[in-house]
């Protein structure tokens, strides 16, 4: 799993893994019916899973003739891998670069980055609470 840190899902790929994080583990029939309308074929979402395995996102067990597949990286932690990519690549490791950049592109008010600084800090002494 070392090469994931820096690994990026296509929008296929990415959609087969949300519906396995919601599953938590699946054969390729139901992870082809979590998927919205305009469902890929059977072959489809299993050539994906054997992309996404080779990858090391997923790993499966054999039961009888079905393939139960699991992912090996979590959603959060996929995530977190992605947001600090953004974070150095876009906006110099400057989370206040970051923040900046989305209050302006989504136009936010002085009360609504009030209410996400305060939040932020419920929830960071929130883990640190827990730890």
Do not use: C
């Not at 054997?50 to 054999?62: A, C, D, M």
């Not at 206040?96 to 989305?102: L, R």
């Amino acid at each position: 799993m070392k090469g994931l840190v820096n690994a990026q899902l296509t929008k296929a790929e990415e959609q087969i893994m949300q519906a396995l994080w919601e599953l938590e583990q699946g054969t390729v029939q139901d992870i082809r019916d979590r998927l919205e309308e305009a469902k890929p074929a059977r072959t489809t979402v299993a050539t994906v899973l054997t992309i996404l395995e080779n990858k090391g996102f997923v790993s499966h067990i054999s039961q009888g003739r079905a393939n139960i597949y699991k992912p090996l990286i979590s959603k959060e932690g996929y995530s977190k891998s992605q947001l600090s990519g953004l974070l150095k690549n876009y906006f110099n490791n400057s989370f206040a670069s970051m923040a900046s950049f989305f209050a302006r592109e989504n136009n936010y008010s002085i009360e609504e980055l009030d209410l996400l600084i305060k939040d932020t800090k419920e929830e960071l002494n929130k883990e640190k609470n827990n730890k």
